[in-house]
């Protein structure tokens, strides 16, 4: 009769006891596709301060910020590096993205 009892209280507590099927988990994430987002938003930024970069030069060697002190004509190539053309480093950035050609404007050249 102890095993009748002994059954009847198990089957009470049946559902306290821990689900063995569950108790290594996998993970429901799909870290591939987390995993090439993280890398394409970092390539978008690096590619970013990649464009602020050659904007920067750009307007510099265009408006003439960096000329070289010895040789009249020429390029300060020290100064083209840490050089500030515009205020700030957003405007090279939307210069960059609103103003792309893919022809040349001088064609005579």
Same mark, same amino acid.
């Given at each position: 009769?102890?095993?009748? &009892?002994?059954? /009847?209280?198990?089957?009470?507590?049946?559902?306290?006891?821990?689900?063995? #099927?569950? *108790? +290594?988990?996998?993970?429901?994430?799909?870290?591939?596709?987390?995993?090439?987002?993280?890398?394409?938003?970092?390539?978008?930024?690096?590619?970013?301060?990649?464009? &602020?970069?050659? /904007?920067?030069?750009?307007?510099?060697?265009?408006?003439?910020?960096?000329? #070289?002190? *010895? +040789?009249?004509?020429?390029?300060?190539?020290?100064?083209?590096?840490?050089?500030?053309?515009?205020?700030?480093?957003?405007?090279?950035?939307?210069?960059?993205?609103?103003?792309?050609?893919?022809?040349?404007?001088?064609?005579?050249?």
């Amino acid at each position: 009769m102890s095993n009748d &009892v002994e059954r /009847e209280v198990l089957k009470m507590y049946d559902g306290s006891r821990p689900n063995e #099927d569950d *108790l +290594f988990e996998t993970s429901n994430v799909n870290h591939i596709a987390w995993g090439l987002a993280i890398f394409f938003a970092g390539l978008a930024i690096w590619l970013a301060i990649a464009l &602020v970069h050659a /904007e920067n030069q750009r307007y510099a060697l265009m408006t003439s910020k960096c000329p #070289d002190p *010895l +040789f009249k004509g020429g390029i300060d190539k020290a100064c083209l590096v840490t050089v500030r053309s515009r205020d700030h480093w957003w405007e090279h950035l939307w210069y960059g993205f609103t103003h792309v050609r893919t022809v040349p404007e001088n064609k005579g050249r």
